[in-house]
């Protein structure tokens, strides 16, 4: 403003002034005539227009650019409560995969950022503790053998009358002994983590390995690996992580005296950095039960569906929880709003001209954007052609730059 207001005064004076230099050739002062008329042209181009962001167009102009106008009126809309909040991964839908016992990492099967199946083998581990269990196992199925073939030798020799009762009652006895200890035996592989398909393979092969395989216990995505192969573990360690993000938890922060107003099942609407430009739509499933002492603030949460992964657990975001009732609120047409870096813009009727503005906006309601600020009742905004102005507003200010 300062600049255009400074090219007004020079080109004044200029006029006043062109007439007296002129009659003073003979003085010398045609040079300096020259000078002064040219620095008011180069004044006068950086024209007060490019200075304040008003477009001025002609009406053929204005026919090719397709120019079209709305005024800013009152709408019906859902008040609105916007709280800062955090992307999480749900609780209920992440799993650490580790192990009961000691052992050593032999193979890791999948990579960071795969996707997994509910049931997939994940890793493989070789533990001295598997190798014990499947040689308990083993000589619990060959105790068991044993005492069935002794108690069928023990009732035959009773039927062909030269056995004794008792070493049959004996030998039913320790049938059931090698019974349990066999059940104690499969109960501890499947302890380790065995299936029951895997110990049914077990008592057919009678194959001692050390080894053992994880599953994934639920479908995801590997979002941590904490080891490396050969690196030993125990119950303590976190060998892996699971999380399926499909649906994602919003954690917003609102104040005591919001508290009211906010139930389990309003919608929300979260934004984030990333995609400024992306509305994503949850609604409410907890509101905290106690507040924080020190920020006398309760947390509130969303459920927010994510198949494209778009959202990632750490982000930052903003979140519009609509609240129930409806009011009046200013509000402006979707298109007449562009996205200038990280502002959002309109251009007003201002005259003869356009000016651009920066405007701060609420949620969508319907085709139309809440304002929260820049803009009055009864204005005009561009609606149709507001990006040939955009155009021709960055044109004319890189001329302007140019001509310096």
Not at 111 to 138: C, I, T
Not at 381 to 395: A, I, T
């Amino acid at each position: 403003m300062a600049r255009s207001a400074a090219a007004r005064s020079i080109v004044a004076w200029v006029a006043l002034l062109a007439p007296l230099l002129s009659g003073c050739e003979n003085l010398g002062l045609s040079s300096l005539l020259e000078s002064v008329q040219e620095a008011a042209s180069e004044l006068r181009y950086a024209a007060p227009d490019a200075a304040t962001e008003v477009i001025r167009l002609t009406d053929t102009e204005r026919a090719i650019a397709g120019l079209a106008v709305e005024e800013v009126q009152l709408h019906e809309s859902r008040p609105v409560l916007r709280a800062m909040a955090m992307v999480l991964a749900p609780q209920s839908q992440t799993a650490i995969v580790s192990h009961a016992f000691s052992g050593r990492v032999s193979e890791i099967l999948v990579r960071v950022g795969e996707r997994v199946e509910r049931g997939q083998p994940v890793l493989v581990l070789e533990s001295q503790a598997v190798g014990q269990a499947k040689s308990d196992f083993y000589k619990a199925i060959a105790d068991l053998e044993l005492a069935q073939l002794n108690v069928e030798r023990e009732r035959h020799l009773l039927e062909q009358g030269i056995g004794v009762n008792k070493n049959l009652v004996a030998a039913e006895a320790t049938f059931k002994i090698a019974q349990s200890t066999r059940e104690v035996c499969e109960k501890a592989l499947h302890v380790l983590g065995f299936t029951e398909d895997q110990v049914l393979a077990m008592g057919q092969t009678h194959q001692i390995s050390p080894s053992i395989q994880l599953f994934a216990p639920l479908t995801g995505r590997v979002v941590e690996i904490n080891v490396v192969v050969g690196a030993p573990v125990d119950e303590s360690t976190e060998i892996l992580k699971i999380a399926d993000t499909d649906v994602v938890w919003v954690d917003a922060e609102i104040y005591e005296k919001d508290f009211a107003k906010v139930v389990v099942g309003q919608q929300t609407r979260i934004r984030v950095p990333a995609f400024p430009d992306t509305v994503f739509d949850g609604s409410l499933t907890y509101v905290g039960d106690r507040f924080d002492l020190t920020t006398r603030t309760i947390t509130v949460r969303s459920e927010v569906q994510n198949a494209e992964g778009k959202l990632k657990a750490g982000m930052f975001a903003d979140v519009e929880i609509l609240l129930n009732g409806t009011t009046q609120m200013l509000a402006v047409h979707k298109d007449a709003v562009l996205q200038d870096g990280d502002k959002r813009i309109v251009f007003v009727v201002a005259g003869d001209g356009y000016r651009r503005r920066e405007i701060e906006t609420g949620p969508l309601a319907g085709e139309y954007l809440t304002v929260v600020r820049g803009l009055e009742k009864g204005e005009q905004v561009v609606v149709e052609g507001n990006y040939q102005l955009r155009s021709v507003l960055l044109r004319d200010q890189l001329q302007a730059e140019h001509s310096h």
